[in-house]
């Protein structure tokens, strides 16, 4: 039952605006072929399953992209789901995220999660590229917002507890892709209408440090629990 869910980098270091760690998804690859993240330059957000990378622009515009492609910030598992629930009624998100959490054994361990179905209404972001150094919470209020109606596709994402906030993002954190693999984002809010859940119980850590001057020269003393609240949610 027991898995690893792999982080090439704190995502402490993305919030301080460190956007470039020139680390390939061939790296990526060797420790899973499931999971989130975005790009170097903060180009997008990242969704993988089934070993396939798809990049997700500013426009909100989908596509699938080479193992040589370049990440500050990804996590992925080896994605093997222990659980599989159904929710077939259209229902409001609160209560979807209570459904959610009501999946999770214990809020004290990492899982890996991935709902796949039709969705009434369907709310994402993905950020803009940018340059190195402005922080994630000034991008995030530049961020552009798609919505989309009766919407077939996949959620891809984890949970974090919230004593590891300072490594990934505490609670859900979901990227969807659309059954055509031509949209999709950073979830904000939706209303599932047929969905299937996955879940895989994560009990193992794998955390790379970067090596690189932006990295090790970085001061992350400041607690950044408000900017990633303000930047993901």
């Known amino acids: 039952m027991g898995s690893s869910i792999y982080f090439c980098a704190p995502v402490n ?6 956007y470039r760690q020139k680390i390939p998804f061939t790296e990526i690859k060797k420790h ?3 999971g989130l993240g975005t790009f170097d330059d903060l ?4 969704v993988m399953f089934d070993g396939k990378i798809y990049q997700i622009t500013s426009d909100g515009v989908a596509a699938m992209v080479d193992d040589a492609t370049l990440t500050p910030f990804s996590c992925v598992t080896f994605y093997s ?3 599989h629930d159904r929710l077939d009624r259209r229902t409001p998100y609160p209560e979807f995220q209570a459904w959610l959490y009501s999946l999770l054994p214990s809020l004290n361990i990492f899982y890996a999660i991935r709902i796949e179905g039709t969705f009434s209404s369907m709310k994402v972001r993905s950020v803009p590229r940018q340059e190195n150094y402005r922080p994630l919470a000034e991008v995030a209020k530049d ?12 959620l891809v994402g984890f949970y974090t507890p919230a004593f590891m906030g ?8 979901l990227h969807f892709l659309s059954r055509d693999r031509h949209h999709g984002g950073h979830l904000l809010e939706c209303t599932p209408a047929n969905i299937n859940a996955g879940i895989q119980f994560i009990t193992g850590l794998e955390l790379a440090m970067p090596m690189n001057f932006d990295y090790l020269s970085c001061d992350f ?13």
């Open 32 to 34: 899973g072929d499931f």
């Open 166 to 173: 300072s490594v990934s993002v505490p609670g859900l954190h």
């Open 43 to 46: 180009d997008g957000e990242m």
């Open 143 to 154: 961020q552009p917002i798609f919505e989309y109606q009766e919407i077939e596709g996949t």
């Open 221 to 233: 003393q400041r607690d950044v629990e408000r900017d990633l609240e303000s930047a993901e949610r």
């Open 81 to 83: 789901p222990v659980s």
């Open 13 to 18: 270091a993305l919030v301080e605006g460190i």
